[in-house]
Nanobody
């Protein structure tokens, strides 16, 4: 089992940057694929990016390609989401997730509590 804690959310202006971090407990971080999701009120949780165990495969939602970058440091039990050129529509609660990937499908077993990102003018 793994516990996930997100940090780094906050208020940022349009066009600005923000970096989120997700710290995982336990010694098994390296055995999990990691992902970031986001959710706004009244909408379903949306996949943002996923990174496999080694970090060799990374997938991004089309809406964030070229603007968001995810990376993981297994020695630190941490995964990051660096967000550039933020838009109003990026405002959401961002969740970190841990699960598995076989290269084609992703399954998510554990979730963090979320961190709010608000993009303003």
């Amino acid at each position: 089992q793994v516990q996930l804690v997100e940090s780094g959310g906050g208020l940022v202006q349009v066009g600005g940057s923000l970096r989120l971090a997700c710290a995982a407990s336990g010694r098994t971080f390296r055995t999990y694929a990691m992902g970031w999701f986001r959710q706004t009120p009244g909408k379903e949780r949306e996949f943002v990016t996923g990174i496999n165990r080694s970090g060799s495969n990374i997938y991004y939602a089309d809406s964030v390609k070229g603007r968001f970058t995810t990376s993981r440091y297994n020695s630190e039990n941490t995964v990051y989401l660096h967000m550039d050129n933020l838009k109003f529509e990026d405002s959401a609660v961002y969740y970190c997730a841990a699960g598995d990937s076989n290269g084609r499908t992703w399954t998510w077993d554990y979730w963090g509590q979320g961190t709010q990102v608000t993009v303003s003018s």
